[in-house]
């Protein structure tokens, strides 16, 4: 008899050997003559030589389909165990000629997350070459989701440690504690867009682990103040809420190894004065910078209902009407 033991690295245990570790039982059932025992982050295997390699390659495979995709079903299992992975129908379907440079990243289920309109395409492109990116458009245009997708991509990818998202709470001075509950009660509501990305994209009991381990960590942005963000992709969301000196703050804590996303509406400005969002002078002064970059979201980017690009077309008619009528008068 022959034992082997398979160490599981950049994957939770849990997730290779399936909840109660169901995972294992089914391989278990396809290799009868194995001894198999799951012992902390190691599969501990004792049998036959050709049976522990043919357990080695097709645990393999599912391990690879986890990292991928970002979790596997039963019967995924069992298509990579028959060795009828390919006809397996919850598989991902195959891609059409040019979409492979569109995917961001698949998330639960299979889920492809890709770039879906042109500006969306560029801010990929951009932050490939760039540390900062400031992604402007209104609403519907997927700038918070795609900064959160680039975002996931590099964790996985193990290109930094963490993922940092903030965004001004309530107002621009943070005004919390007027609102009941402990902080993450008071703040959840307004970091609600950023766990609706998440949860596309990391399976739930893996994105709940991320976050009490803050290797995601989600704040108002005053919380940053006095430190450094390194090995860390940072997205500060609706900016244009942040004034000029918070702004400052919030970019000034960009560590060595470290890249930002910023994202904002120009036309949903909720602070007193218009001219008090730091977003508006960023545009302004920090165009043509080395490493920060620009891309602009239009309404032609909306991915939302067909109707949301009517609804911005209309309401950006009307505020250059009221523009044009208050310069006559």
């Known amino acids: 008899m022959n034992t082997k033991e398979i160490l599981i690295e950049h994957l939770h245990p849990a997730e290779a050997f399936g909840v109660h570790n169901q995972n294992l039982k089914t391989f278990q ?95 990929v492109q951009l932050m490939h070459s760039n540390d900062i990116l400031f992604a402007i458009g209104p609403a519907g245009t997927g ?45 959840d509501p307004y970091l609600r867009p950023l766990y609706d990305a998440l949860d596309d994209m990391i399976p739930t009991d893996k994105l709940k682990s991320y976050i009490e381990t803050r290797v995601i960590e989600i704040a108002p942005m005053a919380f940053m103040r006095g430190r450094t963000l390194d090995n860390a992709y940072v997205i500060l969301d609706e900016a244009q809420n942040a004034t000029d000196l918070q702004l400052k703050m919030f970019l000034t804590r960009m560590g060595p190894n470290a890249k930002f996303i910023i994202t904002g509406d120009l036309t949903q400005i909720d602070l007193p004065r218009k001219g008090m969002s730091g977003l508006v002078k960023a545009v302004k002064i ?44």
């Open 29 to 123: 059932i396809h290799f009868p003559k194995l001894k198999i025992v799951a012992r902390g982050n190691q599969v501990l295997l004792e049998g036959k030589n050709s049976d522990i390699e043919l357990f080695e390659d097709k645990f393999d495979q599912m391990i690879q389909h986890i990292q991928q995709y970002g979790g596997i079903s039963s019967l995924q299992i069992e298509g990579i165990l028959s060795g009828a992975m390919s006809k397996e129908p919850n598989s991902p379907k195959p891609l059409e000629n040019g979409d492979q440079g569109d995917i961001i990243l698949y998330g639960n289920h299979a889920k492809v997350i890709r770039a879906k309109t042109p500006n969306q395409r560029k801010m």
């Open 143 to 187: 700038k918070t989701y795609t900064a959160v997708a680039l975002a996931v991509k590099a964790l996985k990818n193990k290109e930094i440690k963490r993922i940092i998202l903030a965004r001004p709470a309530v107002e621009a001075g943070e005004n919390l504690g007027f609102l009941p509950g402990d902080l993450k009660e008071k703040i």
């Open 286 to 329: 920090l165009e043509g910078i080395e490493g920060i970059e620009f891309a602009y979201l239009t309404f032609e980017d909306v991915v939302r209902h067909k109707l949301v690009k009517n609804i911005i077309k209309a309401y950006d008619k009307s505020v250059e009407s009221l523009i044009d009528r208050s310069e006559k008068q």
